[in-house]
């Protein structure tokens, strides 16, 4: 038998108690193994290894289901609110580009009406544009910072984000 025929039939004895095979595969092996008792052998170490694993049972405290439980359902309420968050971000990230698209000619030609007023250049101009155009993302930014800034004394664990 060539090495790789019994490397294939190991990779699918793994996947058939992981994943699961296709019935080709699974005829494949089953020839394989009728022909190899080394493989044939290790498909059943395999399948009593599991066997005992599935035998054995573990007892756990209730108080600790409860709680594992009541921590599960808590996080996945925190997912929840916090993809209601990120929908709430992306709706309003998208008006903010839809408005500043729409304003960016009214704003350019306004600079530019007081640049021609009080004889600026035309650098002066473009940088009182890029100011304006940035300015509020960068007034929102800090402000976020600001509001998910770790208190200092409020917690020593790993929650900074949390306020």
């Not at 699918?12 to 044939?40: F, K, M, N, Y």
């Not at 509001?147 to 306020?163: I, L, N, Y």
């Amino acid at each position: 038998m060539r090495t790789d025929n019994h490397e294939r039939a190991r990779r699918l004895i793994d996947a058939l108690h992981v994943e699961g095979i296709t019935d080709s595969e699974r005829r494949w092996l089953e020839a394989h193994q009728a022909e190899c008792p080394a493989c044939q052998a290790r498909a059943q170490a395999t399948e009593k290894a599991i066997q005992s694993l599935r035998s054995n049972t573990v007892l756990i405290d209730p108080a600790v289901v409860g709680i594992t439980q009541a921590r599960v359902r808590l996080r996945a309420r925190e997912l929840q609110a916090n993809h209601m968050h990120l929908r709430a971000l992306w709706i309003s990230c998208g008006l903010s580009w839809l408005v500043g698209a729409v304003t960016a000619p009214l704003l350019w030609e306004a600079i530019a009406w007081v640049g021609r007023q009080f004889d600026a250049s035309q650098a002066v101009r473009i940088m009182a544009f890029v100011i304006f155009w940035i300015a509020p993302a960068t007034v929102v930014g800090a402000f976020m910072a600001w509001r998910h800034a770790p208190v200092a004394g409020m917690r020593g664990d790993h929650e900074p984000w949390e306020r």
